[in-house]
């Protein structure tokens, strides 16, 4: 099974800030690599997909690099409606498989 | 619009089965690929399996933690994935979502506890 990681497991941030999250796979998934956001009580809303591409209608404040193993969630001037868990989804291989999750807090 | 609403989840006790449904609409169902993932209280999101169209195969695959226990179908006349689960354990508790494919689209999910 492919391993992802993310870092760091939560951080604090203010509003207006910018915000790096990192995932890494334990071997190479190209660029089959998407990001997700989870509020509390609500299904994980798909942001990012095949590493860089934009979901329609995601704020472009939201943006995704990387490929091979590593991979990076950058949101420039964090918005309130942005505190959230965000999580890391690799669909190189089955079992498709999760990074543990960013929790980003005030 | 895509929706995927999810049914059946409950209270059940351990080595006991339940069947979640999923209705889709929005999309030609019979089209795609469906998948079922779950969420423990407090943990990080799991995939359990899915299946595929009736254009490749209507295949399934399954987790390690799931195979041989739970069961993915499809009625495409319906719009309807299915997740018999059976044998359930303690550790089955969880938020159970249906998606599209494996990546888009999602549920609101059903909860389902394992408990006695």
């Known amino acids: 099974d492919i391993q992802m990681t993310q870092s760091p497991s939560s951080l604090s941030a203010s509003v207006g800030d910018r915000v790096t999250i990192t995932c890494r796979a334990s071997?190479?998934?190209?660029?089959?690599l998407n990001w997700y956001q989870q509020k509390p009580g609500k299904a994980p809303k798909f942001l990012i997909y095949?590493?860089?591409n934009l979901q329609s209608g995601v704020p472009s404040r939201f943006s995704g690099s990387g490929s091979g193993t590593d991979f990076t969630l950058t949101i420039t001037s964090l918005q309130p409606e942005d505190f959230a868990t965000y999580y890391c989804?690799?669909?190189?291989?089955?079992?498709?498989?999760f990074g543990q999750g960013t929790k980003v807090e005030i | 619009e895509v929706q995927l609403v999810e049914s059946g989840g409950g209270l059940v006790q351990p080595g006991r089965s339940l069947r979640l449904s999923c209705t889709a609409s929005?999309?030609?169902?019979?089209?795609?690929?469906m998948s079922w993932f779950r969420q423990a209280p407090g943990k990080g999101l799991e995939w359990v399996g899915f299946?595929?169209?009736?254009?490749?195969?209507?295949?399934?695959q399954y987790a390690a933690s799931v195979k041989g226990r739970f069961t993915i179908s499809r009625d495409d006349s319906k719009s309807i994935a299915y997740l018999q689960m059976s044998s359930l354990k303690t550790e089955d508790t969880a938020v159970y979502y249906c998606?599209?494919?494996?990546?888009?689209?999602w549920g609101q999910g059903t909860l389902v506890t394992v408990s006695s």
């Open positions: 998606v599209r494919d494996i990546s888009i689209y």
């Open positions: 929005g999309f030609s169902f019979g089209d795609y690929a």
């Open positions: 299946i595929r169209s009736k254009a490749y195969g209507g295949t399934t």
């Open positions: 071997q190479s998934i190209s660029n089959f």
């Open positions: 095949a590493a860089s």
């Open positions: 989804q690799q669909s190189y291989s089955t079992p498709v498989t």
